[in-house]
């Protein structure tokens, strides 16, 4: 019973140290892209991250931003026409930057001829 009661002490601490890394990010901010606009998006870029090509309905892997970003915005090609989605920043004081951490931008199909973006930290 004592040697149960230990290995589930140990278990738990690992499990909480573990979980304590992840959440931290190490101090960065990671994103990805899901496509859910109804075409292919090229040259896709949030800040200094590149994606090259998202097709309809992918999610891409985690990149890490190296500068600071204020807003949910990202930039492509849409067919050979540059376009973007989300929402700028616009006057002062500018909102607060994305704290470190894991975030999914869905970019979303066209309202009124414009795609938007919904963050969705995990």
Known sequence: MKNLFVISILFSGMLFFCGK?????????????????????????????????????????????DQPIYAGYCSFMKDSVQSGAGVGVCGTPSPPLFKPGYYTFRVTPEVNGYNNIIVIEN
């Not at 990010?25 to 606009?37: C, D, Q």
């Not at 109804?38 to 892997?61: H, K, L, P």
């Open 21 to 65: 890394n992840k959440l931290e990010a190490n101090g960065k901010v990671h994103v990805r892209i899901e496509n859910l606009a109804g075409f292919t998006i090229r040259n896709v870029s949030v800040g200094n991250a590149n994606y090259e090509i998202v097709i309809q309905g992918q999610i891409t892997n985690c990149k890490i931003l």
